[in-house]
């Protein structure tokens, strides 16, 4: 195994790793609980820091001591016999685009609970100058004072 195929595994690993971080996510925000919130948050930065650094010693294996980074696809065009590299880049990338979309089904999630918790805090905290009765003719009018007419 090469040393760029060794460093491709566990960036691969990584990934599926994240991916099934992402897809624990989603269960709890589809139960709409948020207590593993937090931990959830933790293991994804943790794992992001980590699939950097991988990223970046994986583009110095790439191109040593040069100062512009080969791209991966061009170093696998020219290196065709490095055919596991090839397997497990492409292996990461298909397992990275699902994280993506995972992750992408996370913030829409993530959206709809806010705007539902947004909702439910606005019909809760709304002041009574919202809180209006109309005359006969349509108009405002404002409250009488009285309780039970009031509430009505």
């Known amino acids: 195994m090469s040393a760029l195929a ?9 990934v599926v790793r994240f991916r099934d971080t992402l897809l624990r996510e989603q269960e709890i925000l589809r139960a709409g609980t948020s207590d593993e919130l ?3 948050n933790t293991k ?9 650094t991988l990223g970046a010693e994986r583009a110095q294996a790439l191109s040593p001591g040069q100062e512009s980074t080969t ?3 061009a170093w696998l065009a020219a290196h065709p016999r490095d055919t596991e590299s090839a397997k497990l880049w492409a ?14 089904v996370n913030g ?7 705007q539902k918790t947004s909702d439910a805090l606005s019909i809760l905290t ?3 100058s919202e809180q209006s009765l109309y005359s006969r003719d349509g108009q ?13």
């Open 6 to 14: 060794a460093l491709l595994k566990n960036e691969a690993a990584l």
């Open 38 to 40: 937090a931990d959830i």
């Open 44 to 52: 994804k930065l943790a794992l992001a820091e980590s699939l950097n």
């Open 71 to 73: 791209d991966m696809h």
């Open 91 to 104: 292996g990461l990338l298909a397992v990275a685009r699902e994280a993506r979309g995972i992750n992408e």
């Open 108 to 114: 829409s999630l993530i959206n709809a609970l806010h």
């Open 126 to 128: 709304r002041s009574e």
């Open 140 to 152: 405002a009018a404002s409250t009488t004072g009285s309780r039970i007419i009031d509430s009505a």
